[in-house]
């Protein structure tokens, strides 16, 4: 993930100066910052699909056993006290080749928090089982997951925070100059942004076969 995109959750808009502000904004002359200690909820790239084949060792289209996608992801955050935590559900869409007979098709699940961008927190791994009655080529199922993060963690600094918001008048030398581009202020930013991210739990011949495919 890109934890430029998510800073400060960030989106920092441009808005006119003297703008109502939204309850959690940061406001200051010209800049607008909607951030909260939740984190962004996203399914990483390659991780929202899974190939099964029969024998496992094979990638032949003709030995595809079930093939799964991880689809609906919605996530309800908690933003109280000191650990702040995020509920996440998905469905899992399911289809297989051999329709013959009922199957139970255990497929393995992971969510991460990742802080800053590079850092992982927590990994969880889950399983979730789909259902295939006889005769039946679809099948559909849901899952969930949590995500914690200390609220500690995720709060900018005092003094950071001051110098996001500290006004800026019209033509001033330093007006136009995003905060962001100074180090220190980009690097506390990075280090309080925290993503919670869920997807399947691939071998790497799995990973290289979503890649490649």
Request: proline share 5%; charged share 20%; net charge positive.
């Amino acid at each position: 993930m890109n934890a430029a995109k998510s800073i400060l959750s960030i989106t920092l808009g441009l808005m006119a100066a003297g703008c109502a502000t939204k309850t959690g904004e940061i406001s200051a002359e010209g800049i607008t910052a909607i951030r909260t200690a939740c984190p962004t909820v996203a399914v990483p790239a390659a991780t929202g699909d899974i190939t099964l084949f029969n024998p496992p060792t094979s990638e032949d289209q003709s030995a595809l056993d079930v093939s799964a996608t991880l689809t609906r992801v919605r996530s309800t955050c908690s933003d109280v006290g000191d650990d702040v935590s995020t509920a996440i559900t998905f469905d899992v869409q399911a289809r297989r080749a051999n329709v013959q007979g009922a199957r139970d098709v255990v497929i393995p699940y992971f969510v991460t928090v990742l802080q800053g961008g590079t850092v992982v927190v927590s990994k969880r791994i889950s399983r979730v089982s789909v259902h295939f009655d006889d005769g039946q080529a679809r099948a559909s199922t849901s899952g969930q997951a949590t995500a914690n993060v200390l609220r500690s963690a995720a709060t900018l600094p005092p003094d950071i925070r001051k110098q996001l918001t500290r006004p800026r008048k019209a033509g001033n030398e330093d007006a136009a100059i995003d905060p962001l581009a100074r180090p220190n202020i980009r690097a506390a930013v990075q280090r309080a942004t925290f993503e919670a991210l869920v997807g399947f739990q691939l071998t790497t011949e799995q990973l290289k076969y979503n890649a490649t495919r």
